[in-house]
């Protein structure tokens, strides 16, 4: 089972705690926050782990290191020359996987009770391109589905901006989602190489011809992003 552990970002919501270290590195409950998220992929079986680094980035290649890579079999997407964002993570990331099985993608400032392996099991089912993990929570900016819980579009509630299709049913993207690997060949053709781009660009910029699915969280899941200070709290209850 393969797993892309996205590590890479500035972390400025975190400051100061990201001045002199990258935010994969906040400790919550003593532990960083990216030893939390491969303890949790280990546990729920994934074997392959590639983790993208950037700022900061040999502080994470050090970690892994000292750490014996947790037992894992981890492999590391330098984008320290280049940020890349999401979806330009996404597309270097991939040649890193030996094989043709889904990669789950988890932001590492991501901390919930989510089961991964049934959202994996459940992507694999489906036959889909690729699997959002969503929520009901209040936001700023929802995702649109259909009934069949099909993508169709994304919007942001105190602008009015609509990107893609208007539809009726609005959810919160978890940042936990799974792709097919074949998606590696859209990737590719979606922006030109080393171009930076968000992954929901490309979501949302494929989605009436591929086949992206929503899949809920169930009721009393407990999320949090703690990209925020103030959220570390939160992060800390879930993990104890």
């Known amino acids: 089972m393969n797993a892309l552990v996205f590590a890479a970002g500035l972390g400025t919501r975190l400051r100061p ?19 939390h998220n491969l303890l949790k992929l280990k546990a729920a079986g994934f074997t392959r782990v590639v983790v993208n680094v950037h700022h900061f980035g040999e502080q994470i290649i050090n970690f892994l290191s000292a750490n014996g890579n947790f037992g894992l079999d ?20 991939m ?6 099985e889904p990669v789950l993608i988890h932001n590492v400032d991501i901390v919930s009770d989510a089961d991964l392996a049934a959202i994996y099991c459940r992507h694999i089912s489906s036959g889909v391109d690729a699997t959002l993990a969503i929520n ?41 989602h799974v792709v097919s690997s074949a998606l590696a060949a859209h990737l590719n053709t979606f922006r030109a190489d080393d171009v930076p781009f968000p992954i929901m660009d490309f979501y949302l910029g494929r989605c009436s011809e591929l086949d992206f699915r929503g899949v ?4 009393g899941c407990r999320w949090v992003d703690c990209g925020k200070v103030e959220s570390l709290a939160k992060a800390a209850e879930i993990l104890a």
């Open 216 to 219: 809920e969280l169930p009721d």
């Open 17 to 35: 705690l990201t001045d002199n270290r990258p935010k994969a590195l906040v400790e919550v409950n003593g532990r960083p926050l990216l030893e």
């Open 136 to 176: 009901q929570r209040t936001t700023s900016r929802y995702l649109m589905f259909d009934d069949e819980l099909r993508l169709r579009g994304w919007m942001n509630v105190h602008t009015g901006e609509v990107k893609g299709e208007r539809s009726a049913l609005l959810r919160a993207f978890s940042g936990i």
């Open 95 to 100: 040649p890193l996987f030996s094989s043709d």
């Open 74 to 93: 981890i492999r590391v997407s330098d984008e320290r020359a280049l940020l890349l964002d999401t979806g330009g993570g996404l597309r270097k990331a």
